[in-house]
């Protein structure tokens, strides 16, 4: 089976940002997350690639936990890879 990707959009409080954005890096499939604010503005693109774990997400959610701090309503924009189905 060959991968692809699927977008996903979330939309959140700026409270729940921070929870939402580690629940979908625990979730492992996730390739791409783009926070844009509540008028569809690009705020931060954060690239995961496979085993990043630990420390190496340690800036990365505090830059989170900043944005988090700055808005009230934001979308959280999710690039998954799924098994593509062969035909």
Known sequence: MTKT???????????????KVKELINEGNVRRIVIKNK???QLVELPLTVG???????????????IAALVTECTIVVEREVEAKSK
């Open 39 to 41: 008028d569809g503005k």
């Open 52 to 66: 990043v774990v630990g420390a190496v997400l340690a800036p990365v959610l505090a830059a989170v936990g900043a």
């Open 5 to 19: 990707t699927k977008e996903e959009e979330f939309k959140v409080s700026g409270e729940d940002l921070l929870r």
